[in-house]
């Protein structure tokens, strides 16, 4: 009943730029704190960025800091992650995920997980 489902993922070339969106239905995220996370093949899952719920922080794993962004929108219960200066080390399916606690970059402090979405970076 609560979901989540990403969106905006496709084939970029390096140094192109992607935004993935990430749509809430059967509850609103207006108090969830949103991470985004990434999974390459035969890897594990990894913290991507999160936003907070209350006052919109956000936060950023080292290797993203300065090209991804992350934003939310709770009037259309989206959260979005803008990707620029992409990279072929960005390459993975991408998740996004909701808790109703502060931000975390941990994937199993999240209950609720979208699907996926494919983000390939090559020329």
């Known amino acids: 009943q609560l979901q989540l489902v990403e969106s905006g993922g496709g084939l970029v070339q390096p140094g192109g730029s992607l935004r993935l969106s990430c749509t809430a239905s059967?509850?609103?995220?207006?108090?969830?704190?949103i991470g985004w996370f990434r999974q390459a093949p035969g890897k594990e899952r990894e913290g991507v960025s999160c936003?907070?719920?209350?006052?919109?922080?956000?936060y950023y794993v080292d290797s993203v800091k300065g090209r991804f962004t992350i934003s939310r929108d709770n009037a259309k219960n989206t959260v979005d992650l803008q990707m620029n200066s992409l990279k072929p080390e960005d390459t993975a399916v991408y998740y996004c995920?909701?808790?109703?606690?502060?931000?975390?970059?941990?994937?199993?402090?999240?209950?609720?997980w979208g699907q996926g979405t494919q983000v390939t970076v090559s020329s």
């Open positions: 936003i907070t719920s209350v006052d919109g922080i956000t």
């Open positions: 995920a909701a808790r109703g606690y502060g931000c975390s970059l941990y994937v199993r402090a999240y209950n609720h």
């Open positions: 059967g509850f609103t995220l207006d108090y969830y704190s």
